[in-house]
């Protein structure tokens, strides 16, 4: 008997009929003779629901406050689907994040998991019962108070507790059957993954794939846990998460795929005073009002004018902030202007084969520039190659260079409505 | 300082507007130097649509589940109330039933409060915060599951908080601004009480004045939690809730005023074997299935048939279920038919006064017949007469009652929409 965590998302939930759908897998996966416990999100928009409620009565609600309200729609969605489970025949049990001992640092809004004490999850399923664990939430272990864990926060909830479980695999339903080559919406035939390393999802989530979070994939790669991308609307197979690129022969190491974000923003600092230490000073502004910095244009200093340009992106939600703080500066550094630009789009290969091959950085450059595509800000790791491009021409890129790399399938790509959520 | 206990419902609750008209109040009440700690109830329809979506997934969901789902709903009023508060510069911190120690027995959807450990509570009020404690839920001492307080139950928690914290008062706000000698809907005259002693209280709660719930007046008066009925839109002083008829003199005894009530029915139990023991299987039958019985026909027995009427009265939502449950008996017990009749109401008198003053049934009868209306039922305490009568006559019963004893005022009522929830 195999112990199987399965998270739904939001959009999987949205309405009754979606409920029972999900109930249904639920109770196929139990039949099947597995152990199941289940993190569900809350249901369609309630969050952003509650959100908007929070803002009519208070613009700047407490984050302790918004905690309490918030995780209120995970008990709702958790809650129903265990009554639909429970309409199918099973027994079925929901706990919240604190009843589940998913224990957080106080850090309201975007509390880390410290720990899970899953007493009370084993207990129920030592009596047969399909247990249900509301996700996004846990209680502070210092001050006892209800936390969130922040977007993607249930992802991570399903993780932690298959980490904590040592459960056999953790499925995560979504709207897509898993992780592909490039947005099947850009890309018509970007090619279906069957497996795909930690490392190469974890790069694939940061540049842009919207099919995990970034800290669930951290998550499960610290702690071994194999994830299973899965869609709560087809019986197909899915994306497999697990493995080291360490551990892939030289055959077996590919190009993955291509990624695109269009969240990122420019932000240019022009004349700079060429001294030891100002970058420093600039960079740590921005750090200071917790804003993180993705890329950043390596410059050659020592001009002939004694300045420089500092150029670095941020997120689009974070970018007039970023502004605001570097302009308290201004006087003090001594730069000229700050300009902004979110005009722009990122798009980056990912793949553990690029190690073993090093054509692959002058290949990708070569398809850009044959696609007419600018290259502003270049980026890499490893295994990825990211670059900052016009928004304008983001699209025409990721098919260019998927293209180049010869990622393409045979199949169609089947688009769900609603999925890159 | 007064430690002051408040307690909003939920149409005071419904709107984001309406969330910032209590916070005003409540700020108020800890301006002018006390301590306050709030109950609120769940924000206007939320627990009616709370349980649409659940029937919508199961037609019978596990109470266990159902109290998880609907908790939600006072833990969002909560925490958005908290949040209003402090948006207005003062501090406030929300806690669930299960944080602010509200220990319950673990009846799911009809819980007892066994104790309220209110220590969280209690410190964040040394800190100087306005307190918010979830209404209607609490959470099993012997399971540790989330539990619910039954209707009414957010009534329950504010005087059981207020109890457990020896608060001087605790507040009740609602759509009214107390309780008055009728309903001001029927009799346009109908006086506002200053005062009313908790024996009055409850035969009023008890006989369909909906202004308190009988449990949470039953708990004021077992702990002497002075309860103070307050109306959420304006300054009027309300009705206070103290004190026992014991200590009244003959001169303060009164009679307090008549309520009615349209929701219980009338069954008939036709030609019962007039044998000892068969009225109480009768009576056990409908017990068992946890079904109230209110007001009973007090037959003579003995008839030369042999054979006598056994008439109660129960909740309309019982109704269906009672008879069918005296239907499984009809052979065993060997009666001749059961006859449901839900065109009945209840016209009650309440008053101190009347224990000192012999001729108060009397003029209650004659008035009744004066006015052309049979009664069906009579029943009496100490300190109430109810009888049943045609629905269709409970109208013309209640203003002749109300004149009989004399209970006008010269103000004109002020009936406020929605009251009366």
Redesign the interface.
Known sequence: MALVVQKYGGSSLES?DR??RV?ERIVETRKAGNDVVVVCSAMGDTTDE?IE??Q???????E???D??L???E??S???????V??LGAE???F?GS?AGVITTSAHQNARIIDVTPG?VQEALKQGQIVFVAGFQGVSQDT?D?TTLGRGGSDTTAVAVAAAMNADVCEIYTDVDGVYTADPRIVSNAKHLDRITYEEMLEMAATGAKVLHLRAVEYARRYGVPLHVRSSYSAKPGTLVSGSVEDLSVEQAMITGVSHDRSEAKVTVRGVPDDKGVAGRIFRVVADAEIDIDMVLQNVSGSASGRTDITFTVARSNGKQAVAELEKIKDEVGFEEVVYDDEVGKVSLVGAGMRSHPGVTATFCEALSDAGVNIEIINTSEIRISVLIREAQLEKAVAALHEAFDLGGTEEAIVYAGSGR
């Open positions: 009754a409920i029972k109930a509650l409620l929070a009519q009565v208070n613009p700047a609600p407490p302790r406050e918004l309490m309200l995780t209120a729609g008990r709702i958790n809650a129903l689907v265990a009554m639909a429970a309409n079925a049990r929901s919240s009843q009370r006892k209800i």
